[in-house]
């Protein structure tokens, strides 16, 4: 059993909900008042870090860092990424 978060349209409250994933489908259909809300810790992450960290070394992979931050740096206008922009992240086990 999971719980969810619904945003309740008519009175502005948010809810939580009990309820198999299975259900979830009918449950939505069945409340149309009911809007799924997601909190900021409840968010997925959206990087992973098994792939922006070597496994050992502790330092980013070297072919993530020369094409996907530098196409970042060069065609994003506006970014904050200076020229010493290292990608490495804490690992977590």
Do not use: C, Q, W
């Not at 009175?11 to 939580?16: F, G, Q, S, V």
């Not at 810790?41 to 996907?68: H, I, Q």
């Amino acid at each position: 059993m999971a719980t969810y978060t619904f945003l309740n349209k008519n009175t502005n409250e948010i809810e939580e909900h009990v309820m198999k994933i299975s259900e979830l489908d009918s449950f939505k259909e069945s409340n149309p008042h009911l809007e799924r809300f997601f909190t900021l810790d409840a968010l997925p992450a959206f990087g992973d870090s098994m792939r922006m960290n070597v496994p050992g070394v502790g330092k980013a992979d070297s072919t993530f860092e020369k094409y996907v931050i530098n196409r970042i740096k060069e065609s994003v206008p506006g970014n904050t990424l200076g020229r010493t922009h290292k990608t490495k992240m804490p690992r977590e086990f």
